[in-house]
């Protein structure tokens, strides 16, 4: 026998015949439940309080509709779905989100592929694996002297810079993916989509968005994606197949850079020369501090421009701002700060890094 | 349970049928508790299509299970964890750093479901003040209705920390809506 008497909310709640006599609606608990409640008159609110509690508890109002729950089960049927038998490149190029697809390739023809990922260049060549695409495609040239703006068949909008190209399939989305490959600098306006996610495969490195905006410019000796909206990320084509290699996968946001290395493979982070505001201030005031402490000064840019700025707060709590700005670009807001509070910064893996010695 | 580690089996081995049906069976379980550690939907949709297409992929080599729901949300919690450090921006925006989020629709739910009652309102609040830990556990206890094992292998620690978690977070709560109750009456009383 239990101490009913003894019993508080808490122990009504945790009592797991209590718990499913409330949530199963068990009528075999009534009677027993009922004479407790007589035995120990004191204990009847507490028992109605935890009823209430456990009800209240157990209503799931499930935020997810039953339209978005089927398209999220298919998607991920399809993407789990066994490869038809294709040519190599092409299955090299669209096993991003199934590596099951790498897996039984890789299974299935042996070593000779696997050989020849090994020892047979890279498809980082524009035209090289635009070639290798088995479905017709549509190539545009930007042949003028200034910007070209080109829409795709999803609405999104590439803005082609001179001397650029592009090319995509006629039938734009293919196995759930919408797929473009960059030789020169594009600026892209994507739709969003989340059930088609975008890819540019540009110079040996892939960038996979839903729906954003960001530039990709690719020279000889590195590719370049600096986001503008959204998020985006990028990854070595050459570990698009290894799943060890995907946490080499890096995630940008707005205003943050990957610059890529074409001759060693390596991605770094960093950020845009000229970080763009993403909101307004959120005060009034905007960019104008009385008197304020550093970390609001910092918070606000952070908010601002969404980039990450680190400092140590213990150090720096007694630095307070005395400033006016306005419409400086980032860096120079950043100089001014930190001369008036005599502290220096760097950039350092897409963040702002401030060291100071404190402030008396 | 019997039936989870049967069903287990027959995934493992490569039947659509079975994974559909365990994408089906969990895929709102998984999204509403992915909501409380992750406000980007999107995000989300991705992570837990990954769980899902790398389970899948990964089958043959998946040790044996016979609690589908717990293994689930613990990965899906690791996804979104590992997710949330790669993204360090969207942890800034997103208030905190602590994982699970400080809800505020589930106040809002409480008092949209049914009738506005009084009660549902202050429970409401009082859950509002508690940690995002305590929060936690008692969303997967209560709301997700786990055992104390489950819950133990979502969180990663043992089953006695569970009691005991469950146990320090409901007095909580009870002290606090005690407080709360005496506050009201004591409005009342002085009206």
Redesign the interface.
Known sequence: MKYYDKYNLEDFLLDENFRLWVVQKDQAGDDFWARIEGQYPDKKIIMQQARELLLTWNQTHSELSEDNLEKQVSRILTSTEAPVIQPVAFNFMRTWVSVAASVLLILATGWGISWKMQHEEPASDYRQYVSRVPVPMKEIVNQTGKKMSVKLPDGSVVALSPASRISYAHTFINNKKREVYLSGEAFFDVEKDALNPFFVYAHGLVTRVVGTSFLIKTTEANVEVLVRSGRVSVLAMKDIDSQNNRNTELLLTPNQQAIFSTKDNLISKSISSMPLELIKPETQSGFVFQDQPVHKVFATLEKVYGIPIVYDSAVMEKCSLHVELSNEPFFTKLDIISQTIGASYRVSDGQVVVSSEGCD | MENDVHIWQKFKSGD?AV??SM??DH??TL??YG?KLITDQ??L??C??DL???L??RREFLGTTDQIKPYLLKSLRNRIFKEKQ?????I??EDGDELFLNDE?IES??I???HTDE??KQ?GYVLHTLTHRQQEI?YLK??E?LTNDQIATVLGITRPAVANL??IT??L??EK?EALLHTILLFILSI
């Open positions: 659509r994974f559909e994408i089906r895929y709102r999204f509403d909501k999107d995000a949709t991705d837990i299509h899902f297409t790398t899948w992929d790669r993204s360090t921006i969207f800034s925006l629709n739910r409480i949209s479901s049914e009660t549902k429970i008692i209560f709301y209705n469950l146990h409901l007095k709560f009870r809506w």
